[in-house]
């Protein structure tokens, strides 16, 4: 039953982008939004620069008291500051963490944190190591032949 009054609505709906996209109705609409109402541009200028003086309206001034004034000025003032202590403090976080390199960690504390997590140490990392080595290899291959292309 659904599937017929799907079916149904398809057909319909067929049916209105033909008739939307159909050689008459497609000059129809070029016809009709292609030809200029007469005397269209006849004072045309005068039109427009009517409109544009009859919707003129004057400006609204704003006026802010001096301690209005200073009130801006000290909020935009601690915005920069913070922005800018926000920022330092980030980058001196940065510079005072120092890199370990694997190559640095004594091998007798790699396998006293493998031993102590059973996560880790339920790894076949022989297999891991292979598998690494296979994606590297297929992407070394990969990139081989993307730079023999290139040149």
């Not at 057909?11 to 129809?28: C, H, I, M, N, T």
């Not at 913070?82 to 960690?105: G, K, P, R």
């Not at 996560?119 to 730079?147: F, G, P, R, T």
Request: hydrophobic residues 40%.
């Amino acid at each position: 039953m659904e599937n017929t009054n799907i079916q149904k609505n398809i057909g319909e709906d067929k049916q209105l982008v033909e008739q939307l996209f159909s050689k008459e109705a497609l000059g129809r609409f070029e016809e009709k939004n292609s030809t200029v109402p007469a005397h269209y541009f006849e004072n045309f200028e005068a039109r427009v620069l009517n409109n544009i003086h009859a919707s003129k309206q004057p400006a609204r001034i704003f006026n802010i008291a001096k301690w209005g004034q200073l009130a801006i000025a000290a909020s935009f003032l601690a915005i920069i500051v913070s922005s800018y202590l926000f920022f330092q403090s980030n980058t001196s976080i940065d510079q005072n963490q120092s890199i370990v390199s694997l190559q640095e960690i004594p091998t007798s504390e790699i396998d006293a944190y493998v031993s102590t997590n059973e996560w880790v140490a339920e790894i076949d990392w022989q297999e891991e190591i292979n598998i690494e080595s296979s994606h590297l290899e297929s992407l070394n291959n990969h990139l081989m032949k993307d730079s023999n292309n290139n040149q």
